[in-house]
């Protein structure tokens, strides 16, 4: 191990040791949550526990490990410190979903705020990090929603099989994220490669169920998505939220056009209707909205 190597794990135990004692960690949320305790901060300190997190007047438990950058946020900072901008449009849509598909669900934080929000409702789970998958699944039994969502631990496409995945490196137990199917690794991050499911969503949702709520998340592959997704668009005209980046293919604008779609750029002040893609470091995602419903939602209102 190098000397930074040695400095970084003797910070991590250090942290870790500090946020183990009950008042400390309760000083420590509460300054966070007060916007008192700078990121730089927050975001190192780990999170070993099962915890509740606030979604409107609804909640669930979510169950987070040291290596979740996520679950750091959740339990430092609440739920709008993970894509704001982009959770508020989701739980809009959410509410009314009978059906939401969380593909690339990491740790099922989606597929959770959509069965949280809508006791109704039920849910679809793709996740082929097996570490990731873990967590989710952890993630659905705390909340006793196992019965509530099919999980799977397939990587989603435009066809059915297996497929080289690359699992991005992170230390032993952590999340793991920035994996995808480039055989070089998202953006050249190196990693391991290893062999998974894959699966369309035409093959994997039964014809005649009802799909509202899409999102994607499969870092620079959201076109391979959609193509897998004709019959399951043509069936529901679902909403979709995906994110875009500069991986992600140019086709994507085109497929949703072909689609029926508008397209919004999801920011801090609220969907923005855009007709093209814009790479923005700090703004990802998009709403992609069916014009049939667009149409209809201005008639009721006219």
Known sequence: MTTAETIK?????????????????????????AHLLPHSIWARLPVSETFDVQVGSHHFQYSSV??????????????????????????????TARMTIDVGACTGLYALIALALNPQARAMAFEPVAVNYKCTERNLKVNSWENRCDLRQQCVSDRCGTAQ???????????????????????????QLVEVGCTTLDAAVPAGMPVDLIKIDVE????????????????????IILEYSDETSPQVAAILDQYGYDVYHLRGSGPVRVTTF?????????????????????AATS
């Not at 794990?9 to 949550?33: E, Y």
């Not at 998009?286 to 667009?294: E, I, Q, V």
């Open 9 to 33: 794990q003797t910070g991590r135990s250090a942290a870790d040791g500090i946020t183990h004692i009950a008042p400390v960690r309760a000083a420590l949320r509460s300054l966070s949550k």
């Open 66 to 95: 040291g290596g979740d950058s996520m679950g750091r946020a959740l339990y430092w900072k609440g739920l709008n410190a993970f894509e704001g901008e982009t959770i508020a449009e989701f739980c809009r849509i959410a509410e």
């Open 165 to 191: 995945f690359s699992v991005a490196r992170g230390s032993d137990g952590a999340i793991v994220t920035s994996s995808s199917l480039n055989p070089n690794g998202f953006r050249g991050l190196p990693g």
């Open 220 to 239: 620079g592959f959201e076109a391979d998505v959609l193509r897998g997704m004709r019959r399951v668009v043509a069936e529901n005209s679902p909403h």
């Open 278 to 298: 814009v790479v923005d470091g700090t703004f990802k995602n998009y709403l992609a909205r069916p014009r049939a419903k667009t149409a209809r939602a201005k």
